[in-house]
Nanobody, 118 residues
Framework: QVQLVESGGGLVQTGGSLRLSCAAS????????MGWFRQAPGKEREFVAG????????YYADSVKGRFTISRDNAKSAVFLQMNGLQSEDTAVYYC???????????WGQGTQVTVSS
């Protein structure tokens, strides 16, 4: 059974930083692309960042480029999202996802809430 468990969310002031973590189990982690999506209240879920299984490729939504960094540790079956310069529009539930390819997402975590206050 595949499990993706996010952690690290919380309340932060505008301009602050958070680091999200996702612990994966039940899958050949090093063979999967990993990603982060988010969903704000009343909005559709949107792509935030993705990283290939080899870490050679990373992709970001335009809205987070230069502020967010995705990374992974295949030895620990974990993926991370370092978020700097947080803004109110970053407030959302953040979901970890694993996929066979960077645009095919097979598994999802339960999400972690990030709230940015001014």
């Amino acid at each position: 059974q595949v499990q993706l468990v996010e952690s690290g969310g919380g309340l932060v002031q505008t301009g602050g930083s958070l680091r999200l973590s996702c612990a994966a189990s039940g899958l050949a982690f090093s063979s999967y692309a990993m990603g982060w999506f988010r969903q704000a209240p009343g909005k559709e879920r949107e792509f935030v960042a993705g990283i290939s299984w080899s870490r050679a490729q990373t992709y970001y939504a335009d809205s987070v480029k230069g502020r967010f960094t995705i990374s992974r540790d295949n030895a620990k079956s974990a993926v991370f999202l370092q978020m700097n310069g947080l803004q109110s529009e970053d407030t959302a539930v953040y979901y970890c996802t694993a996929g066979e390819h960077l645009n095919i997402w097979n598994y999802w975590g339960q999400g972690t809430q990030v709230t940015v206050s001014s």
